[in-house]
């Protein structure tokens, strides 16, 4: 999607919205694929330790869109590393968010995506076959719904029920 736009003009214009359609990610993700600025439409997965619907959904196209994986916070698996990296770059996503951790840093700094997660982990995740797609996650604390749209850049990250730009 487009990168014409700021995530700080993005508040500055709502900064006054009460309805809940515009909402920002608190400060905790940290940058790892190759771009810093992505926007896109939301496609959400929720899963634990279990990546096997986020290689999924980076293994088909990403029609531009950005990838929000409610991990539950976890610190103790990686649910994305190089490989997915470079499929999602492949496949056309704008970016992925990741609440949890990832791995295989050097190969992510790589990939023509945006990659935003909490930490680095190198261990790898379980496969069950668990987890749910296109559903409502709330991440740290905030909700994002399948078609929404997310901001991110240098300062942070912002979602809205609309698109902004």
Request: charged content about 25%.
């Amino acid at each position: 999607m487009t990168t014409s736009f700021a995530t700080c003009d993005l508040c500055d214009a709502h900064k006054n919205d009460t309805d809940g359609a515009f909402r920002v990610l608190p400060p905790v993700f940290k940058d790892y694929g190759k771009r810093l600025k992505f926007s896109g439409q939301v496609s959400t997965v929720k899963c634990f330790e279990d990546n096997t619907l986020v290689k999924a959904a980076v293994d088909s196209p990403g029609l531009g869109r950005v990838l929000v994986v409610d991990g539950g916070a976890s610190l103790r698996r990686a649910l994305v590393g190089g490989n997915l990296g470079k499929a999602a770059a492949k496949n056309g996503w704008a970016g992925v968010v990741v609440d949890g951790c990832v791995r295989d840093s050097a190969e992510l700094a790589e990939c023509d995506v945006g990659i935003r997660a909490l930490a680095l982990m190198p261990l790898p995740t379980e496969k069950r076959n668990e987890g749910q797609k296109d559903v409502a996650v709330q991440i740290q604390g905030v909700w994002v719904r399948p078609g929404d749209w997310l901001y991110a850049d240098e300062d942070g990250i912002v979602v809205s029920s609309t698109s902004l730009v």
